[in-house]
T-cell receptor
Framework: GQNIDQPTEMTATEGAIVQINCTYQ??????LFWYQQHAGEAPTFLSY????GLEEKGRFSSFLSRSKGYSYLLLKELQMKDSASYLC??????????????FGRGTQLTVWP | ETGVTQSPTHLIKTRGQQVTLRCSSQ?????VSWYQQALGQGPQFIFQ???????GRGNFPPRFSGLQFPNYSSELNVNALELDDSALYLC???????????????FGQGTRLTVV
């Protein structure tokens, strides 16, 4: 729902940089989250953007453009352990259902040696 | 380690049966949301509880119901199980302060439900 779109799969090599894009409908936007999910495990929080710009957190950075309905997650110095699904999740509500997240299908990233 | 635990981790049920899944939230978190994640898909919002009352519902039928208790635990109940209910069920707890923007939701490890 809410037209959250991200690529299904990406591959990269160890030590490289990869950018995972996410687009969403802009109406009612209230915040965007990126989660990492390894197979069979719970999603773990990576980043949160609500204002335009870049948020940097170690090897991971996330960018948001509210006017364009666009975000990306940038992973630097890739390691084998970064192989996982990366979920883009958007919050559209502020009133009725606080914290409800709409998820994209996830981008399965495979890091090769 | 998110401080959110779910039980059981795996479960097999027969079509038509009923199931109860449990979640223990982080202490002090007043909000719990439940999600269904089918294989290869992103999590889909089922419903949310805030201070023990349902606070919004996704596109799921009434046979999906829930409870939230004062001790930061919650349940997801599914009646009349169907084969398509086979999925990973995730709970996520958060602290909703109502006067601030959304805060981080902490996910449990999930319950893998298989309906045969």
């Amino acid at each position: 729902g809410q037209n959250i779109d991200q690529p299904t799969e990406m591959t990269a090599t160890e030590g490289a940089i990869v950018q995972i894009n996410c687009t969403y409908q802009t109406s009612g936007f209230n915040g965007l989250f990126w989660y990492q999910q390894h197979a069979g495990e719970a999603p773990t929080f990576l980043s949160y953007n609500v204002l335009d710009g870049l948020e940097e957190k170690g090897r991971f950075s996330s960018f948001l453009s509210r006017s364009k309905g666009y975000s990306y997650l940038l992973l630097k110095e890739l390691q084998m352990k970064d192989s996982a699904s990366y979920l883009c999740a958007v919050s559209f509500d502020r009133g009725s259902t606080l914290g409800r997240l709409y998820f994209g299908r996830g981008t399965q990233l495979t890091v090769w040696p | 380690e998110t401080g959110v635990t779910q039980s059981p981790t795996h479960l097999i049920k027969t079509r038509g049966q009923q199931v109860t899944l449990r979640c223990s939230s982080q202490s002090g978190h007043n909000t719990v949301s439940w999600y269904q994640q089918a294989l290869g898909q992103g999590p889909q919002f089922i419903f949310q509880y805030y201070r023990e009352e349902e606070n919004g519902r996704g596109n799921f039928p009434p046979r999906f119901s829930g409870l939230q208790f004062p001790n930061y635990s919650s349940e997801l109940n599914v009646n009349a199980l169907e084969l398509d209910d086979s999925a990973l069920y995730l709970c996520a707890s958060s602290l909703d302060r109502r006067d601030r923007l959304n805060t981080e939701a902490f996910f449990g490890q999930g319950t893998r439900l298989t309906v045969v």
